[in-house]
């Protein structure tokens, strides 16, 4: 087994634990003012949980924090994410404290802390062969397509360099991504797509079955 091998068996699980754990017990008061702070301008809950596809495609829940009322349209529907989306909210996004709630995913064994974004159950039937390898390894807080433009790529883009991380994890880049991503959160570059609060939804590539 080579090194890249013993990395991604041993040494990947153990930095993932090695930096969520101290950082979520040093994130606590942060997690629990922005839970208060979210209680009071939009109710319970305050976390946001989801399933989402881990690795292998099998199905976890994730939290995040909480940045959107329940509005919704005289239909009864929720309104648009854009309309949703709180001034509170808004600022936990472009802070990326939103995604501190993930830290118990990666103690859990559920996420790292660098992997492919987790995305929507019902995508998985929508990517093409080579796209679906982006299972193969525990989906990421942060990832390769994250410190590559994040939300200013096109889905096959980012998919695209899902599948080039999944091939070249190693020690070294999950530290370069961890190094990017940090200095990335402090400019809030790549927070959100053009026109939209978030990514439009993965409808599929041209070569998807």
Not at 14 to 23: E, G, K, N, T, Y
Not at 156 to 171: G, M, N, P, R, T
Request: aromatic share 8%; net charge positive; hydrophobic share 45%.
């Amino acid at each position: 087994m080579g090194v890249s091998g013993l990395y991604t068996r041993f040494g990947k699980r153990a930095l993932d634990l090695a930096i969520s754990v101290p950082a979520l017990i040093a994130t606590a008061p942060v997690v629990g003012a922005l839970a208060a702070l979210v209680r009071a301008t939009m109710g319970s809950p305050v976390f946001f949980r989801q399933q989402r596809p881990g690795l292998h495609g099998t199905p976890f829940c994730v939290y995040k924090m909480r940045t959107m009322n329940d509005a919704r349209g005289l239909d009864g529907a929720l309104l648009p994410d854009a309309e949703r989306l709180t001034r509170l909210g808004a600022w936990i996004r472009a802070s990326s404290l939103d995604e501190l709630p993930q830290l118990w995913n990666v103690v859990r064994g559920e996420m790292s802390i660098v992997g492919p974004r987790p995305l929507l159950m019902q995508h998985l039937g929508r990517y093409t062969p080579e796209q679906a390898r982006r299972h193969d390894v525990r989906p990421g807080i942060t990832g390769w397509a994250q410190v590559n433009g994040r939300n200013l790529l096109t889905w096959e883009e980012k998919f695209a360099l899902d599948v080039f991380y999944v091939d070249h994890v190693s020690l070294g880049l999950d530290l370069e991504i961890i190094a990017t991503t940090l200095r990335r959160v402090m400019f809030k570059e790549g927070i959100s797509a053009g026109g939209h609060v978030t990514m439009p939804e993965f409808m599929g590539s041209g070569g998807a079955p």
